[in-house]
């Protein structure tokens, strides 16, 4: 089984390009890869260029991959502004949301928190306890 996901967060003028591959190798039957790369853009200026790819060569698996890039969603931007949240809280919290699918899945806890506070720094952002 390999399931791996990506994801970017992207700010200002950066720029980045993910180009990932799963290769099914022949006879590797009852194989399960899914690779995902998902990208946020908080600028008009960032791009992202994402290839996901999928090379098999065996009968009896279960592969799939894809690729998203978005911005934060206005809808959810007005819903935490109208809860009286300020514009760069509301947008900290919901990019912090975004990045928090992927800290979740790590097992190790105190890797998990280090990751947490690196992000929140990184968002200017404090962790209410």
Known sequence: MS???YKGILDGDARAVFNGKVFVRPGAQQTDARQTNKNLLLSPDARVDTKPQLEIFADD???AHG???GQLDEEE???LRSRGLHDELARNLLTYGFA???VEKI???S???QLDEAIL???HARLEA
């Open 3 to 5: 399931h791996q996901l």
């Open 61 to 63: 698996v279960k592969c």
């Open 67 to 69: 690729a998203t890039v």
């Open 77 to 79: 931007l007005f819903y």
């Open 100 to 102: 928090e699918e992927l």
């Open 107 to 109: 097992k190790i806890e």
């Open 111 to 113: 890797i998990k928190r």
């Open 121 to 123: 720094n990184r968002l």
